[in-house]
């Protein structure tokens, strides 16, 4: 009897360690066992009460330690759900979604509207190779080695003869070799990257984009390249800014011409000397001996070219005064650029 008051006790004190207790009280080695153990040597007379204490005793301490255990577990897992509560109600965490690069965007508007134009837009991956030979980025711009106008672009050389390409203007040749005629004009753009050996400043990158544009075709006049000129700047700048032609020198186009694009709305009220008007590209009816030399007969067809630069026109477009800012590719600055905004 005092064993079991000294059992009830020490159940009624244990913490979470049940188990050991119950080893200690229970099992072979415990005091209990041994109580029994002992039977044998108790007279036969008492034996009977022996053992019915022994087994009230057991009985007791195994009931009271099952509850001490279920009460144990129930406060437990209790403890567990406050504290992984999940507050369903509370707002998510949003993760950041990418974007096109700001220049592919302004390439992407561009490969819009000259598609709408019917025009095809050359794979960059194939037919219009960054790393290029000086025959197409020169010479078929009719660019001969002595040419002293090879000094407008300084160039990286990888050997005497293969370079990486200063302009997109080498896709032209390219285009023109696989074009068929009997299909139709050719009317292709050509985006892609470009590198000069120019110092980097505000306004020079060594590596920027260029977009090659060009149409071969019977009858191809001045006409076309200002109207298709006019109606890509419209539709990148808005319907009231204007253009406006001068005189300027490419190898591979006569006559050649820089574009201006008025930065000031124009209306017919608008005084001419109250337009302010930006530099955004060069072009020009394409010159006979390219022509020829791409096996095209220049009395048969005539053609005119033009390249335009993407990076300058982010910059117009959305007051960035730095072009190195597109290279250094800082998420804080491209995440400002929402297609949609
Ligand atoms: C050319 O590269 C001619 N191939 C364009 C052309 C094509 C003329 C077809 C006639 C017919 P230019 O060097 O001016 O021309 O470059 C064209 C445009 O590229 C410039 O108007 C400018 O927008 C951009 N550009 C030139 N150099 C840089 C530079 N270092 N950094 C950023 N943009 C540049």
Excluded: C
Aim: aromatic letters at 8%; charged letters at 25%; zero cysteines.
């Amino acid at each position: 009897t005092a064993l079991k008051t000294e059992a009830v006790e020490r159940i009624n004190a244990t913490g979470a360690d049940i188990e050991s207790l119950r080893v200690n009280l229970l099992g072979k080695k415990g005091q209990l066992t041994a109580l029994l153990k002992g039977m044998k040597d108790v007279l036969p007379a008492e034996r009977k009460i022996v053992g019915e204490i022994g087994n009230d005793v057991r009985q007791t301490i195994t009931a009271m330690l099952a509850q001490k255990k279920a009460t144990e577990e129930a406060a437990q897992l209790a403890a567990q759900l406050t504290s992984e509560t999940v507050d369903v109600t509370l707002p998510g965490s949003v993760h950041k979604v990418g974007q096109p690069h700001v220049l592919q965007q302004i390439i992407d508007e561009i490969e819009q509207h000259f598609l709408g134009l019917g025009f095809e837009i050359i794979d960059d991956t194939v037919d219009s190779p960054e790393v290029e030979t000086d025959e197409y980025n020169f010479e078929r711009e009719n660019l001969p080695k002595d040419h002293p106008a090879r000094d407008m672009q300084d160039t990286f050389y990888i050997t005497p003869e293969i370079l990486l390409r200063t302009q997109t203007s080498p896709v032209q040749s390219r285009s023109l070799e696989k074009h068929d005629f009997s299909k139709g004009p050719l009317k292709m753009i050509a985006p892609g990257k470009v590198y000069r050996r120019d110092t980097d400043d505000a306004t020079h990158s060594h590596q920027f984009h260029q977009v090659e544009g060009m149409v071969v075709g019977e009858n191809i006049t001045m006409a076309d390249l200002k109207g298709t000129l006019l109606s890509i700047m419209q539709a990148l700048f808005g319907e009231k800014h204007q253009i406006r032609m001068r005189p300027s020198y490419f190898p591979f186009t006569e006559p050649s011409v820089e574009v201006d694009v008025s930065w000031n709305e124009v209306t017919p009220d608008t005084k001419p000397e109250d337009i302010e008007w930006i530099e955004v590209l060069g072009a020009g009816m394409t010159h006979p001996n390219v022509l020829r030399m791409d096996g095209i007969d220049p009395e048969k067809y005539s053609a005119f070219a033009f390249g335009l630069g993407p990076d300058r026109f982010a910059m117009l477009k959305y007051g960035v005064d730095d072009i190195r800012q597109f290279y250094l590719n800082d998420v804080r600055f491209l995440s400002q650029f929402n297609r949609k905004g």
